[in-house]
Each structure stands twice: as C-alpha cells, then as structure tokens.
C-alpha cells in the first residue's frame, strides 16, 4: 500500500493467527521484512498471503515459554535480515476461572505464556534494539489488563503484568532509543474468541460486545493499524503507552444502550 516500513525487519510472535497474523500482513504491506514466530505450524493461507506481501520472510517454529528456543529464534532472524526495527508480542492464550476454582497448572499455563513469554522475547530483541540504538516493541495487553472481568484471574494478571512490563521496559530502554508500547484491545474476532460462540458461552460473548461503546467487536485488522502506528516513525514521541483499541469498552458504559 505504501513504504511506512520500508526496509525495517519485524518480528511477530503468534504469527500464524488472530493479530499477529494481522499485524504481518499488514507490516509486511508496508514493506517491512518479516520474521514470524509461533508454536503452532499456519494455516497455508495465512503465512502464504505475509509472503506474497512482504520483501522477504522466515517462520520458526517455537514456544515463547522456552528461553533457548527464543534466543536461538532472535538471533536467527537478525543475521538473517541484519537488524531488528520492530517486535510484536501476539503469541498469547485465553484463560477462564475464579481465584476460587484456578488450579495452579492453569494459572502457571496462562501466566507463562502471555507475560513470562512477553519477557523473554523482549529481553533477547531488546538486547540488539539497544546496541542498534532504535527499535519499537510492541506487546499486546487487553482491556483485561486494564480492569478486572468475571472468571479471569489468571489471564486478567497476565495481561496486567503485560502493561507494568511494557512501562518499565520503558523506563529503562527510552534513552537507547528504544520505543516500548501495548495494545489494549477489546473483542476481537479471531480463533481466540470464536470459542466464545457456544450456546452457553454465546450470551456473555454478547454481552460483552454490547459493552464497546461503537456497539460492535473489532477486527484484527483494526488492531493491526494501531499496532502499524506504534511500528511506524509517525509514533515516535509515543513511548511507555498503553494504548486502548477498543471501541470505547473502557471509556465508560452506557446505562441506556447495548446490554
Ligand atoms: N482476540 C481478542 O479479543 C483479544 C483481545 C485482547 C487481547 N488479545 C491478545 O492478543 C493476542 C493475540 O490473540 P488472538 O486473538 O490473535 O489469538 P489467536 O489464538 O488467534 O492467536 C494467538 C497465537 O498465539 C500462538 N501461541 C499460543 N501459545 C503460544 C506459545 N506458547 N508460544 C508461541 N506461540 C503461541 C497461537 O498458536 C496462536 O497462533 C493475545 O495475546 C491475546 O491475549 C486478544
């Protein structure tokens, strides 16, 4: 469409679905180079459609939970392409369940994944962004990260360890000329949230969606613009943000419209 990120190489984890798939494709429209990285193989479709776009691409196969794995990945793609410009941290999962009702192997699950795995992509991309003296990382949070929801301990904490990490990496890569911002998004349609369309699950995914003040759920190409942004150069006095993509959820709610 344009070159706001020509020549720039961008790492995205969980790039085989949802947000990060989109944020691929839409880097990759862009002109940015991409590494894709997530546990699980693509879809042809999806990864086949980032290759068509982009200049050049790689995909791994790898677990953000697995230290070695990630490190070998980072480094991978930075002798491939030379640099590292931008990092998105998509690879995440859902998770239900009280405090009450939370085994621990559930909590470890969900904790690990979305915040533990955040970190170490961080820690080893900001380690060349640092030397290179630029880069934005980009991490995805929720408005789960911002307020709490029923049944959501786990997920509710990764996501707002997600945000505490993103302003403390802030604090401490902002003068090596590294950008460091989340996204919040609301409901999002992807795999992650079609599970949510079961005849019992159905009536809170409704709920829920009458809940965004624009009185319908986001794509993950509307969250991939926002994430093109923070990517992009136009963003570059935003830093240590938490930047909502949510049709208005956490502006307020309506005592007379929607559920
Ligand atoms: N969809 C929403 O409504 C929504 C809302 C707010 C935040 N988010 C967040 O956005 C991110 C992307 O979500 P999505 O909706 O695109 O989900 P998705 O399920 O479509 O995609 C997530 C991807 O992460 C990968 N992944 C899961 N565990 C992994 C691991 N251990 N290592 C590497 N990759 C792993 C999956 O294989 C999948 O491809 C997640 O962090 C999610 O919490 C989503």
Known sequence: MSD??????????????GIGNACALRFAQEGARIAGVDVAEPSG?????????????????????????????????????????????AAGVSGIGAAADLDVAEWD???????????????HAVRIMRTQGSGSIINLASVEGLEGADASAAYNVSKGGVVQLTR?????????????????PGLIETPMTAMLNTPELKPIRD??????????????????????FLASDESSFVHGHALAVDGGFTAGRSLTQGA
């Open 207 to 228: 709920r829920f969606e009458a809940m965004h003040l624009l009185g319908r759920g986001g794509q993950p190409e509307e969250v991939a613009h926002a994430a093109l």
């Open 45 to 89: 479709d999806a990864w086949a459609a980032v290759e068509k776009a982009a200049p050049a691409t790689s995909f791994a196969t790898a677990d953000v939970r697995d230290e070695a794995a990630i490190e070998a990945v980072v480094r991978a793609a930075h002798e491939r392409f030379g640099r590292l410009d931008v990092l998105v941290n």
């Open 109 to 123: 699950r969900v904790v690990d994944i979305n915040l533990k795995g955040t970190f170490l992509v961080s820690k």
């Open 168 to 184: 403390s990496m802030a604090v401490d890569y902002g003068r090596a000329g590294v950008r460091v911002n989340c996204l919040c």
């Open 4 to 17: 706001r990120l020509k020549d720039r190489v961008a790492l995205v984890t969980g790039a085989a679905s």
